[in-house]
T-cell receptor, first 110, second 113 residues
Framework: GQNIDQPTEMTATEGAIVQINCTYQ??????LFWYQQHAGEAPTFLSY????GLEEKGRFSSFLSRSKGYSYLLLKELQMKDSASYLC???????????FGTGTRLQVFP | KAGVTQTPRYLIKTRGQQVTLSCSPI?????VSWYQQTPGQGLQFLFE???????NKGNFPGRFSGRQFSNSRSEMNVSTLELGDSALYLC????????????FGSGTQLSVL
């Protein structure tokens, strides 16, 4: 089966750095995605990791360690508009399904 | 290029009724997936369609069904609605559905009274 864990809520200050962790257990791993979802809106793609290491894209970076079943999303120079839910999702190799965690709600304060 | 379009945006039904939700994928995308999103459970996978065939199915009762048309548009049906079916239903599309990123619609917010 699959199990994905991420913190329910986090808070941070504008201009700061925040790291959102995601741990997973899956019978077969075939990639990990991070999505951002603002309240009342569609989730939008942020990053994809299939190999170990860090993927950097502007203010956002995502890290993956397959041996530890662990990923994190790093957000730098936080802005108010970064207040949103961040969803970690793992693609299961066997079923090819994308399995989502419950999401981390991030609140950025001035 | 237009994004994924879901209709209706909001829906209110009563227990026992049935409902049909619609999803138009991005032009050229042949894979459509459906998810149920609730505050406590997050996104739960319902099913995926590719070329009018159901390719994958989640752990939902048979009251939840779907189909895909030749133009890749998809519909999802829920029969005999229960209070617990109140949720945001999200549709996502991708080119082939194999290990690709998904493009989500804004969802249909279903309330069952």
């Amino acid at each position: 089966g699959q199990n994905i864990d991420q913190p329910t809520e986090m808070t941070a200050t504008e201009g700061a750095i925040v790291q959102i962790n995601c741990t997973y257990q899956t019978s077969g791993f075939n990639g990990l995605f991070w999505y951002q979802q603002h309240a009342g809106e569609a989730p939008t793609f942020l990053s994809y990791n299939v190999l170990d290491g860090l993927e950097e894209k502007g203010r956002f970076s995502s890290f993956l360690s397959r041996s530890k079943g662990y990923s994190y999303l790093l957000l730098k120079e936080l802005q108010m508009k970064d207040s949103a839910s961040y969803l970690c999702a793992v693609r299961d190799r066997g079923s090819d399904k994308l399995i989502f965690g419950t999401g981390t709600r991030l609140q950025v304060f001035p | 290029k237009a994004g994924v379009t879901q209709t209706p945006r909001y829906l209110i039904k009563t227990r026992g009724q049935q409902v049909t939700l619609s999803c138009s994928p991005i032009s050229g995308h042949r894979s459509v997936s459906w998810y149920q999103q609730t505050p406590g459970q997050g996104l739960q996978f319902l099913f995926e369609y590719f070329s009018e065939t159901q390719r994958n199915k989640g752990n939902f009762p048979g009251r939840f069904s779907g189909r895909q048309f030749s133009n890749s548009r998809s519909e999802m049906n829920v029969s005999t609605l229960e209070l617990g079916d109140s949720a945001l239903y999200l549709c996502a599309s991708s080119l082939q559905g194999k290990g690709e990123k998904l493009f989500f619609g804004s969802g249909t917010q279903l309330s069952v009274l």
